[in-house]
Nanobody, 122 residues
């Protein structure tokens, strides 16, 4: 079994910063892409940022220049540094990873965390 556990969400004022973490654990053979998605109330889930195992990144236009995604492959962990937060960044943030397990080492599957709430408000 594989688990993704997010941490670091919370309440922050506009212009503030937060750092999200997501650690993968379990019977992991390899991890390919990792990413962060978010879902605001009444809206569809959207990609925020993603990073490949080699370190290539891509971002939603709305967060470019403010958010930075990174990963520590030794720790099976992905991070999202969020700066200059805006009220429209308020959402539940979900971690996603494509993971191949020990029992199926050449077949990657998508795994999701349960989400962490980020609220940007005065």
């Amino acid at each position: 079994q594989v688990q993704l556990v997010e941490s670091g969400g919370g309440l922050v004022q506009p212009g503030g910063s937060l750092r999200l973490s997501c650690a993968a654990s379990g019977s992991i053979f390899s991890i390919n892409a990792m990413g962060w998605y978010r879902q605001a109330p009444g809206k569809q889930r959207e990609l925020v940022a993603a990073i490949t195992s080699g370190g290539s990144t891509n971002y939603a236009d709305s967060v470019k220049g403010r958010f930075t995604i990174s990963r520590d492959n030794a720790k099976n962990t992905v991070y999202l540094q969020m700066n200059n937060l805006k009220p429209e960044d308020t959402a539940v943030y979900y971690c996603n990873a494509e993971i191949a397990t020990m029992t199926r080492p050449y077949y990657g599957m998508d795994y999701w965390g349960k989400g962490t709430l980020v609220t940007v408000s005065l």
